[in-house]
């Protein structure tokens, strides 16, 4: 079992920039892809990124292209999401999961966190 708590959300004007982590806990970190997604009031959950277990892939949405960046560290069973010139419609519950890349990839992951809400002014 790995439980996730994220945290790093927060209110940001357009154009700043927020860091979000996610703590893995429960059973070894390193043997996991990791991901985000996200879910604006009204609307269906999205992926935004996933890196693999040894962190050689990455993946992002077109969307955040170039603006934000996935990363992990194994030995201290952490990921962050570095997320720079944020637009209001990245405002968002960002949730972070954990399991076998193509799960993770695909939502279908059985470890999410409980998400840090991410709101952007304009």
């Known amino acids: 079992q790995v439980q996730l708590v994220e945290s790093g959300g927060g209110m940001v004007q357009a154009g700043g920039s927020l860091r979000l982590s996610c703590a893995a806990s429960g059973r070894t970190f390193d043997t996991y892809a990791m991901g985000w997604f996200r879910q604006a009031p009204g609307k269906e959950r999205e992926f935004v990124a996933a890196?693999?277990?040894?962190?050689?892939?990455?993946y992002y949405a077109d969307f955040v292209k170039g603006r934000f960046t996935i990363s992990k560290v194994n030995a201290k069973d952490t990921g962050d999401l570095q997320m720079s010139s944020l637009k209001p419609g990245d405002t968002a519950v960002y949730y972070c999961t954990v399991d076998h890349e193509y799960k993770v990839v695909g939502g279908s992951g059985d470890y999410w966190g409980q998400g840090t809400q991410v709101t952007v002014s304009s």
């Open positions: 890196i693999s277990w040894s962190g050689d892939h990455k």
